[in-house]
């Protein structure tokens, strides 16, 4: 028997779990510890120690060690059209700072702009590498990246590089650099393993070299170029390709002037069509603009990744799949989808060290605690629903003097954005995460997580009078019927859906040699 004590410190657990892995991603969490009054944070094998307050103060803290504080120093002696432009990003922070006004030891939430999150983001990427990965902390590997990455000229490929690379660890893969003094062959940048299917792929990075305020709204020009050169790269291995864009972000509007992803898969789609691409090998690429250097004092209105096929008949943007279809995709590329999950997860930079859910109130709405009501009542809150976009809730209370009761609350503004952020963790319960469904895809996986503990013998009494056809199966297999039978089942009442305009104006992949 599991007493109510440590029932309760299990569910805090997992919750803690949950946050973590949302916040941090699949490789090693952040190790660190208070004693003292200080903060003790482990990366790889070396100890840092400090009063930082968030983890970005951390961050801040880190980046000065690892490119070097002379380094930082010699950099502000020089002419401003001299300095790195590390130096800038952390010249504009310091600006944003001093406007914040924050006294001594006081935390706030406040706008991310580009310096900021250009800054703190490499010193993210940095982390991530030295803690997730021991070839990068030998000191001929480590000492290549940190040099080339001072270097003006080398600057920009590199912090890709390095972007990449820590994408692919926040996502569970493991790296293996090549060696940059072998020159028998031109070869990808790093060979990445997903160690739950043990497959290997070759990883080749490209950024689009440009000047941001001369350049920036050319029509990706050089774009198939990069590509092309990634392609040609040698590996054993499928083919993972990276390519940044590095232009100037708009607010997204689908198939508008501005939207580099319809733009972008055009122009790879029309390059793989023609003749001095026929030699090349597949390949999945991933299209990314991350573009804050050019919105320094400003939030970057749409940064992100997109995925096309590339001579390869999965992930082809617009190419409408049935839900088994669909499904078997998915089941032919864990590697790939664990990637592309990760990439729309991790979007943000860990502000706590430990998983909270930064700036709540210690007395915020918790499932199973005790609160007084306006009118004096007083309950335990047993269910909470966030009923509209302007953070109204609806609360279910067992009070006291008996009975229930339903109550209106509003979430204030920080504790709306949370519950937006941790839907399923918020009211300190693990619960399905909420929001519409876009897709037959996430439909069947949300039945799917609402079903899969049901009984064999329960799921065939579901389907009735066809149960008896399905009774040779497992669970999981009869799971898998049931689940598809009614996604199927709305779909054909929901009729033929409207492609957006923007799918419609996409080019048809080029129609391949079987």
Not at 36 to 59: M, N, P, Q, S, Y
Request: glycine share 8%; proline share 6%; net charge neutral.
């Amino acid at each position: 028997m599991i007493s109510r004590g440590a029932e309760e410190a299990q569910r805090r657990a997992e919750i803690h779990w949950v946050q973590q892995r949302r916040q941090q991603g699949l490789g090693r969490p952040i190790i660190t510890v208070q004693t003292a009054g200080k903060r003790i944070v482990a990366v790889g094998h070396r100890l840092f120690e400090g009063k930082w307050t968030t983890f970005h103060d951390f961050l801040y803290s880190y980046i000065f060690d690892v490119l070097g504080r002379d380094w930082f120093e010699a950099q502000t002696q020089l002419r401003q059209n001299e300095r790195h432009p590390v130096i800038e990003w952390h010249e504009r922070l310091l600006v944003a700072s001093k406007a914040a006004n924050l006294a001594s030891g006081e935390t706030r939430q406040t706008p991310m702009t580009g310096s900021i999150s250009a800054f703190l983001t490499l010193a993210y990427d940095l982390y991530t590498l030295e803690h997730n990965n021991d070839q990068t902390r030998t000191p001929e590997l480590r000492k290549s990246l940190i040099g080339r990455l001072k270097s003006h000229d080398q600057f920009i490929g590199v912090r890709y590089e390095i972007r990449v690379a820590a994408m692919l660890l926040r996502a569970g893969f493991e790296l293996e650099w090549e060696d940059e003094t072998d020159r028998r062959s031109k070869h990808v940048e790093y060979t990445a393993s997903y160690p739950r299917t043990g497959k290997a792929f070759g990883v080749e990075c490209k950024i689009r070299n440009q000047d941001a305020a001369k350049k920036a709204n050319q029509r990706l020009g050089k774009f198939a170029g990069l590509v092309s050169d990634a392609l040609r790269k040698t590996t054993p291995h499928d083919r993972l390709i990276f390519v940044d864009l590095n232009t100037q972000a708009y607010p997204y509007v689908p198939g508008g002037p501005h939207d580099w992803r319809t733009i972008s898969i055009n122009t790879l789609r029309k390059f793989e069509g023609q003749p001095k691409a026929a030699t090349l090998p597949p390949a999945v690429v991933f299209i990314t603009n991350y573009p804050d250097h050019h919105h320094l004092d400003s939030q970057v209105p749409d940064a992100g990744a997109t995925v096309e096929g590339f001579k390869i008949d999965d992930y082809r943007t617009g190419r409408l799949l049935t839900l088994p279809e669909k499904i078997e995709m998915r089941a032919r590329n864990p590697e790939v989808e664990a990637l592309l999950a990760s990439i729309q997860e991790h979007i943000d930079l860990p502000s706590t060290f430990e998983g909270e859910i930064p700036g709540l109130p210690s007395n915020r709405l918790l499932i199973g605690h005790r609160y007084e009501m306006d009118d004096g009542a007083v309950g335990t809150l047993e269910d909470a629903c966030v009923m509209d976009d302007n953070g109204k809730v609806a609360l279910i209370f067992d009070r006291d003097e008996g009975g229930r009761a339903i109550y209106t609350n509003q979430l204030s503004p920080e504790e709306f954005a949370a519950w937006k952020r941790y839907p399923e963790t918020f009211f300190g319960q693990i619960r399905q995460r909420p929001g519409p469904i876009n897709d037959p895809i996430e439909l069947y996986d949300s039945l799917k997580s609402t079903y899969v503990r049901t009984p064999k013998e329960k799921l065939l009494q579901f389907m009735g009078e066809h149960g008896d056809r399905f009774a040779a199966l497992t669970q999981p297999e009869l799971l898998d019927v049931y689940v598809q039978g009614i996604v199927n089942s709305l779909m054909e009442r929901a009729g033929p859906q409207e492609v957006p305009v923007h799918i419609q104006r996409i080019k048809p992949p080029p129609t391949r040699a079987v």
